[in-house]
């Protein structure tokens, strides 16, 4: 098993900067990929990034390309999501996510129990 322990949400002004972070524990080196999504209200869960373990190759929503970067710490086994010039519309529960396959958009065995970001204007 795996756990995922998501940090560093909360409130901000549009145009604001959060890092998130979420650092896995357990079996984690069955681990491939690791990323994010988020559900804002009254909408399904949706992708926004992810990292592929081995090689640190990326995939973004288009939504939040040029904005949020994703990076990974392999000694700590943690991912950071920087999400820089917020919008209301990024306000959401954003989800920490990890696979044991290596692909951006698949199926995510382990999720962490998400924390929330709130963007004001």
């Known amino acids: 098993q795996v756990q995922l322990v998501e940090s560093g949400g909360g409130l901000v002004q549009a145009g604001g900067s959060l890092r998130l972070s979420c650092a896995a524990s357990?079996?984690?080196?069955?681990?491939?990929?690791m990323g994010w999504f988020r559900r804002a209200p009254g909408k399904e869960r949706e992708f926004v990034t992810a990292i592929i373990w081995n090689g640190g190759s990326t995939s973004y929503a288009n939504s939040v390309k040029g904005r949020f970067t994703i990076s990974r710490d392999i000694g700590k086994t943690t991912v950071y999501l920087q999400m820089n010039s917020l919008n209301p519309e990024d306000t959401a529960v954003y989800y920490c996510?990890?696979?044991?396959?290596?692909?951006?958009?698949?199926?995510?065995?382990?999720w962490g129990q998400g924390t929330q970001v709130t963007v004001s204007s």
């Open positions: 996510a990890a696979s044991q396959n290596a692909y951006f958009r698949g199926s995510y065995e382990y």
């Open positions: 357990g079996r984690t080196f069955s681990l491939r990929t």
